[in-house]
């Protein structure tokens, strides 16, 4: 069953928040230095991860290929996009717990982070879109939006984040213990492609992991600079086909922004959206229900 969403959103102007220090309370000089070694951290594993995808030169198969395109599925499609973003971000849709909590662990292997943090910075990527206080607005640049503001110290505020963006996952027993213990499915992926032989782990664990950073990171900076808009949402969110072709439908991020509950995100005949494909197909196995659509659009089309 579908069921209609309302009017196209604007993201209203905040004029409380001046600066991203505004959401967050001050820190000690520990907790400053803490967040700094942790900025760092995080920049040698994206850098170590990049020059990782070196290694895809020497260990090859088309078996491997294959393997790590059906965990990019696996863990972006089903994990990120349908998971981390439609379900938990903006409850689209509704679906048993168990399978919300293995759509988690889906997301968890992505390695972009414990799904309460993506979810944080992601809402509050919404309610300052393009603003100050939006995480990765490219108002600051290409690059910021892309991926360095991944390294501003202030973000990586987690509980912070967490408590004042995503308090409904916190409170969910099943969602702390996935992010208690994410680190456990993540190692058991890794053995199980070494097991396999090298090239698996270079091909479905590490080129698949940073193609789809970038797949991510591509819909939070080229999906606010290039494409068209089918909405006045307020912001400068954009539909970029060649987006949606490698996130799985995220590319219409206008139509999003407009709509941001709805679970279909590519609103016109051409906007092919394959993660609402997957959520119809679930509907029919019983496992999605009150998918949200926009009026507009039709609640059964």
């Known amino acids: 069953m579908s069921t209609a969403v309302s009017e196209p959103k604007k993201t209203v102007k905040n004029d409380r928040v001046t600066s991203i220090s505004d959401l967050f309370p001050a820190k000690t000089e520990k907790e400053i230095k803490q967040q700094k070694m942790g900025a760092w951290v995080r920049a040698i594993w994206m850098i170590s991860a ?38 938990l971000t903006h409850r689209s849709f509704q679906c048993p717990k ?10 968890i292997l992505a390695l972009q982070g414990s799904q309460v943090y993506w979810v944080a910075s992601h809402r509050a990527h919404h309610l300052y879109s393009d603003q100050e206080g939006d995480p990765h607005s490219p108002r600051k640049g290409f690059w910021w939006s892309h991926c360095m503001w991944l390294f501003d110290t202030k973000w990586l505020s987690t509980d912070d984040l967490s408590a004042r963006f995503a308090g409904d996952l ?4 099943g969602q702390r213990f996935i992010e208690k213990f994410q680190l456990v499915p993540i190692v058991l992926l890794g053995m199980g492609l070494i097991a396999l032989g090298w090239e698996y782990f270079v091909w479905g664990f590490v080129i698949r992991m940073v193609v789809c950073y970038h797949g991510t990171w591509f819909v939070n900076s080229a999906s606010h600079i290039w494409g068209y808009q089918n909405y006045d949402s307020g912001d400068d969110s954009k539909n970029l086909w060649w987006v949606a ?21 590519g609103l016109r005949w051409w906007e092919v959206d394959t993660t609402f494909i997957t959520i119809k197909f679930l509907s029919l196995l019983g496992l999605a229900k009150n998918v949200q659509v926009p009026k507009e659009v039709g609640a059964t089309s």
């Open 245 to 265: 072709l490698l996130s799985f439908g995220e590319g219409w991020h206008n139509n999003h922004h407009a709509f941001q509950s709805s679970a279909r995100h």
């Open 170 to 173: 916190l409170k969910d027993p």
């Open 50 to 87: 990049h020059l990782g995808c070196i290694a895809g030169f020497f260990f090859f198969s088309w078996k491997a290929v294959f393997v790590g395109v059906f965990i990019y599925w696996i863990t972006g499609g089903l994990g990120i996009c349908l998971g981390f973003h439609r379900l």
């Open 98 to 107: 168990w399978f919300e909590y293995f759509l988690t662990v889906c997301g």
